[in-house]
């Protein structure tokens, strides 16, 4: 009897790995990790980029995600690595997938695996800085994130699919501060430091304990948004994962000026 022979592309050990940094803003803040993902791959067809694919039956292009933002939330700092059948430029490959992915999907930055700082992705993504912009009165808001961050531990609940699950809201919390909205009154903006822990603390959670703690409310649901994520020093400042250099305000305000560009939260 014929040994049956696994079909598509042939294997190709890796001769090349390539990190991206995306964002996804807008109306695509509300797509999951799985349509992003299904989105990406097919751009890579698309865009005719050489991946380097699994063997077996059914292979697939070797692409590493690395801590996806929830579904609902904007980010301008997600990444990924790539594995290349060949070399290539990362900022042709950058290019080339950010011309076919849809408007809000957009490809940031691109570089090469081999000059970045030593160790995976995964291992060099410590904390996020995340960037609330909520509907509520500033002074309330800041009365608790001060009781927050005064609190040792909060507790929260969370439903996953194994059912509720308690954890602590406030351990992983490095920094948190409030600000008021530049441009609209009523509105207020917290921006937080957050270890990436197991399980992971989302902004959901910080809202929840922020209510458990102080009987916090927003009046209409929160735009929340990754401003960066990476390495993080024993000052709270979160570095860039893709070389050695810390992110500066310059930079981050540069991120703030491209979300103050989506409309208000509640609109559509």
């Known amino acids: 009897m014929a040994r049956r022979l ?3 592309p042939a294997h190709v050990p890796p001769v090349q790995r390539i990190r991206l940094q995306y964002a996804k803003r807008g109306r695509l803040r ?18 005719d980029i050489p991946m380097a694919y699994s063997a077996g039956f059914h292979p697939h292009p070797k692409i590493s995600y690395v801590g996806a933002a929830p579904t609902g939330v904007g980010s301008e700092a997600e990444y990924l690595e790539l594995a290349m059948a060949r070399h290539c430029e990362p900022e042709q ?5 950010d011309a076919v992915l849809p408007d809000g999907l957009d490809m940031i930055r691109a570089v090469d695996a081999a000059d970045c700082p030593p160790g995976s992705l995964a291992e060099v993504m410590q904390a996020s800085v995340w960037q609330l912009e909520l509907v509520a009165d500033p002074q309330s808001l800041r009365e608790a994130v001060l009781a927050l961050l005064a609190a ?3 507790l929260v609940e969370r439903l996953t699919k194994d059912g509720r699950r308690s954890l602590d809201a406030r351990a992983p919390i490095v920094s948190a501060e409030m600000s008021d909205h530049p441009d609209q009154e009523g509105r207020a903006i917290l921006t937080m430091v957050v270890r990436q822990v197991t399980p992971t603390v989302r902004p959901d959670d910080v809202l929840t304990a922020l209510q458990s703690v102080a009987g916090f409310a927003p009046s209409q649901p929160p735009r929340a948004t990754r401003l960066a994520q ?3 020093d024993e000052t709270g400042t979160v570095a860039d994962p893709l070389c050695t250099t810390k992110l500066s305000a310059t930079e981050l305000s540069a991120t703030e000026t491209l979300l103050s560009t989506e409309p208000p939260v509640g609109t559509r």
């Open 93 to 97: 490959v950058r290019a080339a997938i």
């Open 6 to 8: 696994p079909e598509g």
């Open 230 to 232: 990476g390495p993080v």
């Open 152 to 154: 040792e531990s909060v």
């Open 30 to 47: 509300f797509s999951s990790h799985r349509d992003f993902a299904r989105a990406f791959e097919r751009s890579l067809r698309r865009a």
